[in-house]
Structures are given as structure tokens and as C-alpha cells.
Nanobody, 125 residues
Framework: QVQLVESGGGLAQAGGSLRLSCAASGMTFGNAAMAWFRQFPGKEREYVATINWSGGITYYADSVKGRFAISRDNAKNTAYLQMDSLKPEDTAVYYC??????????????????WGQGTQVTVSS
């Protein structure tokens, strides 16, 4: 079965950096659009960034544009989210998502076919 396993979350100071990883198995990773979402307590999951199957197209939520970077390594079946200039308001549980073709990108939770279990990111001021 398909598994998405996130890692790399933890505690960071404001202005610091973290790098999240999402390791995929049980799927043809090169055929999947990937994305990162985050969820604040009591709120719905919100889109952060997405990348197409080749890595040639990326989009970001306005709140993270210029600070976060999504990437992928199809040889390693892994997607990444590099988070720089972190702010306390970035504190959330971060989820990896995958959508198989014909999906090109994922900007809504409804588009995702698979989800990871989530990893906590906490940014202290």
C-alpha cells in the first residue's frame, strides 16, 4: 500500500530553518504531483506548496512565498520542504500529500489521493 512518511519536523527559533522530508513507497513516485499542507489547531488543513511530477513547476501560498522551497528527488522517491526565515505563525502540523496523474498540482486537500501522518513544526519567538 502507499505510504508517505514525513520527517524533519521539530523546534526552531524565529528566523531559523528546518527541512522536511516526505519519503514515498508503494506508488510510482515519478507519476505523482506532491504538496505540503499544514494545519493549525482547530483549523482546516491549508495548502503551503506544490510541485509537479518532474519538479519543473512549483507554486506557493502567499504566506510562505520567498521563505519556503519545495523540491523532489524522483530517484529517491522523496519530496522536501525547505523552510527558512521561520516565524512563530508557521507553527503547525505539516502534512505531505500525493496525487497521481492526471493531477498536475495539488492546491486543495480534495485533490490529494494520499496523505502522510504529519510532523509537528514549532517556531519559538
Amino acid at each position: 500500500q502507499v505510504q508517505l512518511v514525513e520527517s524533519g519536523g521539530g523546534l526552531a527559533q524565529a528566523g531559523g530553518s528546518l527541512r522536511l522530508s516526505c519519503a514515498a513507497s508503494g506508488m510510482t513516485f515519478g507519476n505523482a504531483a506532491m504538496a505540503w499542507f499544514r494545519q493549525f489547531p482547530g483549523k482546516e488543513r491549508e495548502y503551503v506548496a506544490t510541485i509537479n511530477w518532474s519538479g519543473g513547476i512549483t507554486y506557493y501560498a502567499d504566506s510562505v512565498k520567498g521563505r519556503f522551497a519545495i523540491s523532489r528527488d524522483n530517484a529517491k522517491n522523496t519530496a522536501y520542504l525547505q523552510m527558512d526565515s521561520l516565524k512563530p505563525e508557521d507553527t503547525a502540523v505539516y502534512y505531505c500529500a500525493a496525487a497521481m496523474r492526471p493531477a498536475r498540482l495539488i492546491t486543495s486537500p480534495r485533490t490529494a489521493d494520499y496523505w502522510g501522518q504529519g510532523t509537528q513544526v514549532t517556531v519559538s519567538s
